[in-house]
């Protein structure tokens, strides 16, 4: 059957727009459906080097880079005043050496833009409320701004769709997270005292007395994004209204405190209640799931952007291959090998969590080989079988943590 479109894209954000660039480039007709007027504020504003591959791949990162994104060398995890630095400069995977902390307002508006300038239709302010698949097509109903709507059929949907989790909800995709619910309080500030130089766009992930853990990621435009992850139970533990929660933990954390001694808030805070979420299946007749409308799981390790990318990659390439004629295995191809990548960043979530990374990143013992390892996990490098902490991490962080543990004391400075 003629259809209007090859591929509906529902949602502009990074998924959305890899996917739409990678199809565009091999000829297929792609329309992208936005319900959001860009440019929007998101969350989500730490990069992985990993991303890079992927923009690069797709054709967006000299959009990217035309921004002036602050570059981020890496990561720096903080406890009790103890400090792991981790260099993207020294990991164990080829790869990049480097990234950008994004205000994703400019980001994904640069990508969307770029996508737009390549050809692809991206209609904005429009909604995908409904779905039908048939087997010669899908159809998906389209809301306007007006309060009309109009069906589009397309041979394949990529549900690129982000919290907005369109697909989970119409097909009774959605299964719940193993991670309990968390809550995240953030606001951009000023009155930070960055660190200098190669540290100045390194994020900062401090573990607070109470639980609770904070970001810090600096941009280019003289703000930093603050916020504060926790259980319901901690932050109860705080009293007053959201900028007071906010103030009292940042400003009682050992090393929050001092650097945003001065912060001054550029917004009310935002909260986000209940963010993991995760989905029976991530592929269908006619349709995949990309992004984060497949499974969501923690911001500790900044990974949900890389992983929105390299799933809107693969599902582009798994999709081409279907629509020249192949016959594709979605599972193996697309979902198993997505979920390869979701599980390795779970295994990390959970040793965050648990205690075993803490104890393995603020102990002297740790081992400057091993720690080349975690750091390309921590780059977003999650599909390098030849890394054994990618591999096996269920096994050899716990191992090593109680390896590191007979060994030496608690570590007061940085490496
Ligand atoms: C507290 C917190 C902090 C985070 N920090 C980081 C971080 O530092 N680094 C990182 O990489 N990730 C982080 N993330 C995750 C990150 O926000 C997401 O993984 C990322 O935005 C996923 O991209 P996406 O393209 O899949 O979806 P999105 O960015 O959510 O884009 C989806 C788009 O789909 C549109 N849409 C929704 N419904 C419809 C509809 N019905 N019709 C049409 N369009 C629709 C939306 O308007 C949106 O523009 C964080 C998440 C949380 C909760």
Redesign the pocket.
Known sequence: MNTDVDVLI???????CVAASLLHREGFKVRV????RFPRF???????PHCMDYLQEAGLLEAVAKENFIQKNGAVFHRDGGTCNFDFSAQFTEGWKYTWQVTRAEF?LALANAVKDMGVEVLFE????SVEFLDSHATATVSHPDGSSQNVTAKFILD?????R?LPRLLDLERPSNFPVRE?L?AHVTGDHRPEGREEGKIWACLHPSGAWL?I?PFSNGRTSV?V?ATPEIFAQFLGNPEEQLRAIVSTDPSAGPRLRDMQLAFAPQR?VG?SCGVKQIHGPRYAL????TE?LD?IF???????LASASRAAKTLTRELRGETVNWQADYADWVMGGINAFRAYVAAWYDGTLPDIFFNAGRNRDIMRQVCSVLAGYVWDKSNPYVTQPERALPLLSRIIKSQAGLVTTGT
């Open positions: 529902i949602g502009a954000g990074p998924a959305g459906i936005e319900k959001q998101v969350i989500g504003e730490s990069l992985l994904d429009r909604s995908v409320t690129c769709s982000g919290y907005g369109v995240a953030f970001w990621i916020g992850v986000i963010f990309v992004g984060n409308a969501f911001p900044s990974s949900g952007v890389t992983l929105a």
